[in-house]
């Protein structure tokens, strides 16, 4: 039977990275994003791509999105719950409630939105179960200076994998989470140059390339279903994370 996988966030960065990988392996990949365009220019016209144009923050699109996904396909195996914005530069003051609002919706609902319709369709299909791998963050663990919003997003993804691990045991429902630290992303091209560090000051970080996401990503979906990677972190190996601050 042909695997199936949806990407959330999949026109760009980490989740372009990953369906590129996944569709190499002949996967079946359903391209979720706002932005058509982008995720036209992933599918490159593969017969195994299907493009859905997608706010994940947005209910109604969402389970819209995951009923067409089951209309073609006929299931759901895996969902990389990715689609996410950061929010960094300003102590709690001086960060602005619209900022907080719009890191949290697409951040935290939109993953909580996408992991449900998810659920939804692998409880009710047959085969019953499938996985799901939530996109989280070193910041998930330990913070960035002047990063409120994200941090709390990403510790709230923690909670998110830990309650559907639980919920998903009778169904056959699987759920991860990756962690990842400086995979040089368009999002994550200022670490080249320079980062404000907890001291005040600025320093260039290093990164390492998205394959590696793609890579612990791949194996994290392709794993039997009594085998789970509940928790991984890949990280650029000489980042400041080990000892932050």
């Not at 997003?153 to 630290?181: E, M, N, W």
């Amino acid at each position: 039977m042909d695997k199936t996988i949806v990407i959330t966030g999949a026109g760009s960065g980490i989740g372009r990275a990953c369906a590129q990988r996944f569709l190499s392996e002949g996967w079946r990949v359903g391209l979720l994003g706002r932005r058509k365009a982008p995720l036209e220019d992933v599918a490159q016209g593969h017969d195994a791509a299907l493009v859905i144009p997608c706010d994940v923050a947005d209910e109604a699109a969402v389970d819209a999105a995951f009923a067409k996904l089951a209309g073609v396909w006929g299931r759901v195996d895996v969902l990389f719950n990715n689609a996410g914005v950061s929010a960094f530069g300003a102590t709690i003051d001086e960060i602005p409630t619209d900022d907080w609002k719009r890191c949290i919706d697409i951040n935290v609902t939109g993953a909580f939105l996408c992991a449900r319709a998810a659920f939804r369709q692998m409880r009710a299909q047959s085969p019953q179960g499938g996985r799901i791998i939530n996109n989280g963050s070193v910041s998930s663990d330990v913070p960035r200076w002047g990063s409120a919003p994200y941090t709390t997003s990403k510790h709230a993804i923690t909670g998110l994998t830990r309650s559907i691990s639980l919920d998903g045991r009778p169904f056959g429902i699987a759920c991860g989470q990756i962690d990842v630290g400086n995979a040089l992303t368009e999002m994550a091209q200022s670490m080249t140059t320079g980062m404000p560090q907890a001291d005040g000051s600025m320093a260039v970080e290093p990164v390492m390339d998205v394959s590696h996401v793609s890579d612990a990503v791949w194996h994290m979906a392709s794993l039997p279903p009594e085998a789970n990677v509940q928790f991984m972190t890949v990280m650029a190996t000489n980042m400041p994370y080990i000892g932050r601050g």
